[in-house]
């Protein structure tokens, strides 16, 4: 078990998760082996309410407000054998605030990664999460490279979270483009979507993969 981290500072950025990994393009994004086999989720909850999953049969996500899961990046060490009662995880979806600087977009993709690499060599099955900021990660224009998709291999399975990133319409311009840029660079089989799929964002690319919907837990839970 590694020595629990207060705060990302401690312990430069969580480079002890990321001893082992292999690293993508030029700014070195720990990459997350695509799984051997494609596995559906039957439900996704969020890591802060993971335990009101019921029979655990839910995987892990983040989808939810970043100090909710703040654990999962401070104290990844110590929490692999409790994630371990879950079929699976997404990795950490981490904010990417548009008008965040570039440098801390870059980060926060870094983080995704190191996280959902470090789990997956601890033997859970992880699925990574796609978050883009604005054009410049989801863009080869700027940076030279697609950095939002680096680290990640190409024709398997992704998740996605629309939930509380869709409200404005530029928030909904920018999720559109960097979802089709998306599609074009991983080629995903399959696409698994935490929250509303609204028909002016997806309508005419349900062709290009298989979308699988996952309602976001308060609605799940209203359904009841």
Known sequence: MGKKVDNLVDE?????????????????????????????????????????????????????HDVNFRELITNTESLVDD????PGIISPDCSLYLDAPLCVQIAD???NRAVGHYLQKMGLYVIPN??????????DEFLGEKVAFQGVDKKSIVSIGTYGQIKS??????????????????EPNVVLVYGAMPDKI????????????YPDWTTRMKSK
């Open 12 to 64: 430069g950025f969580r480079v002890a998760l990321v001893e082992t990994a292999f690293f993508d393009g030029k700014f070195e994004i720990p990459h997350i082996d695509a799984p051997k086999e494609i596995i559906i989720p039957n439900g996704l909850v969020p890591f802060s309410l993971r335990n009101r999953s019921e029979n655990n049969m839910d995987f892990v996500c983040c989808y939810e």
């Open 130 to 139: 796609i978050r883009w900021g604005d054009e410049r990660t989801y863009t």
């Open 202 to 213: 997806f309508g005419d690319l349900k062709s290009k993969t298989q979308f699988i919907q």
């Open 109 to 111: 993709i870094y983080l």
């Open 169 to 186: 319409a530029e928030s909904k311009r920018y999720f559109r483009e960097g979802l089709i840029a998306m599609l074009e660079e991983l």
């Open 83 to 86: 994630l371990k009662r879950f």
